[in-house]
């Protein structure tokens, strides 16, 4: 898994240096929905504490195609979305549910040029990959889901645009062995900065 991550993270920051035109970086803060319904029925029985973490950190690299004036774009992206850990911990137990996410999105995007605001909207799927640990004791599952998109973004100069993108997560929920590793069906928002080539 770590050859995955090493190689994805190679894509996201070589190839768009590599091609130059219509190519771009992003880089994401947000918060989306976050269910861990199993630790919180631990929570509920047991008690001890419980520690959830909606936020998530994420990186995408995508490119653009003019259709017919340059306003209008086709775009496609990979992102790499690594989400805040959630634990419940009681005496000398504690479960740790670690989850990452590869979205793969395909959009219509108004590109209004530098100094205003553009916006865009589309779908895609995503590669979920949700892991419980507790000791030597692991649990993992890799779940695919679809999920629509849309946002905008304030471009202030050639390179560089600020932007908000809201994502819904469906179907997104990982369960192994009548265990659901994590829940992310719902909606999640980001502010996004993006670096155009």
Known sequence: MKKLVIAVLAVLFIAPAAMAKDWGIGVKLGAGENDPKDLKKAFDTFGGELDKNAGDFSLEVRHEWALNDEANKIGAKVGWDMYGENEWKRLNTKITETTYSFPFTVYYKRDNGVGKLSWFGGAGVTILRSELEQGSYDKSKTKVFPHIVAGGEYRFTKVFALGLEARYNFAAKAKKDGVVLSDR???????????YF
């Open 185 to 195: 069906t719902g909606f999640g928002a980001a502010l996004t900065g993006r670096f």
